[in-house]
T-cell receptor, first 108, second 113 residues
Framework: KNEVEQSPQNLTAQEGEFITINCSYSVGISALHWLQQHPGGGIVSLFMLSSGKKKHGRLIATINIQEKHSSLHITASHPRDSAVYICAVQGGSEKLVFGKGTKLTVNP | DVKVTQSSRYLVKRTGEKVFLECVQDMDHENMFWYRQDPGLGLRLIYFSYDVKMKEKGDIPEGYSVSREKKERFSLILESASTNQTSMYLC????????????FGPGTRLTVT
């Protein structure tokens, strides 16, 4: 079974800082997902990627299949980016294996 | 917009009670999922359904069952609730096929006393 590790577990930043959250996994995958969970529980899918890089607004996700590693970057961070960011990997089925999440706090 | 709704945001039940958690999606998705989320453990799959009346066990199915009689509705059943089933329960759905993002409901925080 795939093991998904995220780092750091907790991250505190000042508004405007560039943020990087890392995700590594142990077994080759077909797709990797980045999810965002705000306080209160709701989870939103940010990206699904299988190679290269994707960008949406101030968020950028990259993946290196050979190194089994992905990063989520947030440029010009803002307090509303405060949330838990979750990495999940997908092999050859519909099922996801999740990391434990990175709690991000952005202070004004 | 895809909407996934769950029957309750908060639920308190007693040990031994039968508990039903319901999930409804409005986008004609084939796949539906039930997860539980616990501090330090992350999200774990309880059951997955890929079609009406079809289901697969996830990583932690013990103590749970599911029902999918209609495409839009997926129910999670705790036959005899126990305190170790106190958790946040999240439902999700996705289109048929393998590589699609999942859409999550708001979650139900269940407390079993």
């Amino acid at each position: 079974k795939n093991e998904v590790e995220q780092s750091p577990q907790n991250l505190t930043a000042q508004e405007g800082e560039f943020i990087t959250i890392n995700c590594s996994y142990s077994v080759g995958i077909s797709a990797l997902h980045w999810l965002q969970q705000h306080p209160g529980g709701g989870i939103v899918s940010l990206f699904m990627l299988s190679s290269g890089k994707k960008k949406h607004g101030r968020l950028i996700a990259t993946i290196n299949i050979q190194e089994k590693h992905s990063s989520l970057h947030i440029t010009a961070s803002h307090p509303r980016d405060s949330a838990v960011y979750i990495c999940a990997v997908q092999g050859g089925s519909e099922k996801l294996v999740f990391g434990k999440g990175t709690k991000l706090t952005v202070n004004p | 917009d895809v909407k996934v709704t769950q029957s309750s945001r908060y639920l308190v039940k007693r040990t031994g009670e039968k508990v039903f958690l319901e999930c409804v999606q409005d986008m004609d998705h084939e796949n539906m999922f039930w997860y539980r989320q616990d501090p330090g453990l992350g999200l774990r799959l309880i059951y997955f359904s890929y079609d009406v009346k079809m289901k697969e066990k996830g990583d932690i199915p013990e103590g749970y069952s599911v029902s999918r009689e209609k495409k839009e509705r997926f129910s999670l059943i705790l036959e005899s609730a126990s305190t170790n089933q106190t958790s946040m329960y999240l439902c999700a759905s996705s289109p048929g096929g393998t590589y699609y993002e999942q859409y999550f409901g708001p979650g139900t925080r269940l407390t079993v006393t």
